[in-house]
C-alpha cells in the first residue's frame, strides 16, 4: 500500500501556464508538507498544513497556492509558471507525539519542468 | 535565522571504508532531528534522535546526538556500492511541524 502517493510523477507545461499537484495520505497523519528540491538537491519545506490548517507559509510566491480539502489530501495549484519553478516538488506527511515519535514520510515527487 | 549544516557536501570511498557524516545546527525550540536517505526519488527516513548521548542503530548505520554542542554524526561501517546516496539531515522544531533541511551529503562508495 502507497503512503504517501503524488501525481503526477512528471509534468512538463509551457510558461504562464497554470498547472495542480496532487498528493494524499493513508498514515492517519494529522500534518502534511509540500517541499521543492532544486537541481542542487536542495530541500526547501514551502507548505505545512496541520488538520487542514495552513500553518507554515515560507517566502514562497503567491502564485502557489496549496488546498487540503480533508487531512488526508494537500494538494498544490501553481499559476502563471516560470522557469524557475522546474523542480521536483515532494509532498511530505508527519504525526508526531510525546515521547520523541517525529516521523516524516515523502511521497514519490513530482518532476516539473517548465520550457 | 535558523539553518542546519552538514559536512562533508560530497565524499568518495571504497567498499568497507567507514564514514562519518556530520551535521551542525542553530534552530530555535529544538524539537529532535531526523536523517534520511535519498537515492533516487523520496527521501527515506533513517533515524530520529531527541536525547543526548544515546546511540541508535541500525544494522551498519549508528546515529547520536549532541545537543550541548548541538551536532549530530552519522557512521556507516563496511560501507557497500548500495550505500551511494544522499544523506539529509534535518531538525524539527516547535511543535513538530516545523522541518528544516541541511544541504545533504552526496556519498560515492565505489567497488
Known amino acids: 500500500d502507497t503512503a504517501v502517493s503524488q501525481t503526477p510523477k512528471y509534468l512538463v507545461t509551457q510558461m504562464g501556464n497554470d498547472k495542480s499537484i496532487k498528493c494524499e495520505q493513508n498514515?492517519?497523519?494529522?500534518?502534511m508538507y509540500w517541499y521543492k528540491q532544486d537541481s542542487k538537491k536542495f530541500l526547501k519545506i514551502m507548505f505545512s498544513?496541520?488538520?487542514?490548517?495552513l500553518i507554515i507559509n515560507e517566502t514562497v510566491p503567491n502564485r502557489f497556492s496549496p488546498k487540503s480539502p480533508d487531512k488526508a489530501h494537500l494538494n498544490l495549484h501553481i499559476n502563471s509558471l516560470e522557469l524557475g519553478d522546474s523542480a521536483v516538488y515532494f509532498c511530505?506527511?508527519?504525526?508526531w507525539g510525546g515521547g520523541g515519535t517525529d516521523t516524516q514520510y515523502f511521497g514519490p515527487g513530482t518532476r516539473l519542468t517548465v520550457l | 535565522e535558523d539553518k542546519v549544516v552538514q559536512s562533508p557536501l560530497s565524499l568518495v570511498v571504497h567498499e568497507g571504508d567507514t564514514v562519518t557524516l556530520n551535521c551542525s545546527y542553530e534552530?530555535?525550540?529544538?524539537?529532535?532531528l531526523l536523517w534520511y536517505k535519498q537515492e533516487k526519488k523520496a527521501p527515506t527516513f533513517l533515524f530520529m534522535l531527541?536525547?543526548?548521548?544515546i546511540e541508535k542503530k541500525s544494522g551498519r548505520l549508528s546515529s547520536i546526538l549532541d545537543k550541548k554542542e548541538l551536532f549530530s554524526i552519522l557512521n556507516i561501517t563496511a560501507t557497500q556500492t548500495g550505500d551511494s546516496a544522499i544523506y539529509l539531515c534535518?531538525?524539527?522544531?516547535?511543535?513538530?511541524?516545523?522541518?528544516?533541511f541541511g544541504p545533504g551529503t552526496r556519498l560515492s562508495v565505489l567497488p
Open positions: 531527541t536525547s543526548s548521548g
Open positions: 511530505a506527511s508527519s504525526s
Open positions: 534552530v530555535t525550540n529544538f524539537r529532535s
Open positions: 534535518a531538525v524539527v522544531r516547535d511543535y513538530g511541524q516545523n522541518f528544516v
Open positions: 498514515l492517519g497523519h494529522d500534518t
Open positions: 498544513y496541520n488538520n487542514k490548517e
